[in-house]
């Protein structure tokens, strides 16, 4: 798939979101592992990526050849800045209606807008794709991200209270949700 859009941070900086590409294969491997060790609310740390470069070049050329997945990248001052992307729950005919996705955005943007940019982004994408439902399932105690999700209609359905399980701070409850298309 393909996606590209200008937005404006509310720090007044511009951003570009868009499809990452093969070329864009280091600075998202960059990107993943810093985003990845700034907080304890994503699914895996960075040494558990099991990706370098040239994989993440070639997932990033696959889902731009996609026609029903994608992953967009944020880039702000040259720099990338989070992703996001939507994946195929399955592709048997009872689960190909759904779709689910993830954001991650480096610190140093949090709380400018690009979170809820990428995740806009992402519903639209979702949209385009043909989903009828987009889930997503976020940690309990990322209050911000919870807001967000519900300020653009996702609905909680369900919470695993052993979800994760941190190095951090042990269990972590997740909370399922989802947003009809």
Known sequence: MNHYQ????????????RNGDAADGFTVYENFNAT???TDYLLSYPDENSF??????????EKTNSHDEIEIIAIVDGKVAGTAGIEAVGRK?????RAEMGVS???EYWGLGLGKALTKACVQCAKEAGYTQLELNV?????????L???LGFAEFGRNPKGFNSRISGYQELVYMLLEL
């Open 6 to 17: 200008k937005i404006l941070l509310k720090n007044g900086k511009e951003a570009i979101l």
């Open 36 to 38: 990845h060790a700034e």
């Open 52 to 61: 370098g470069p040239e994989q993440e070049a070639q997932f990033l050329r």
């Open 93 to 97: 005919y009872k689960v190909r209606h």
């Open 105 to 107: 955005v480096l610190k």
């Open 139 to 147: 940690v309990a105690e990322n209050e911000a991200a919870i807001s």
């Open 149 to 151: 999700y519900k300020s």
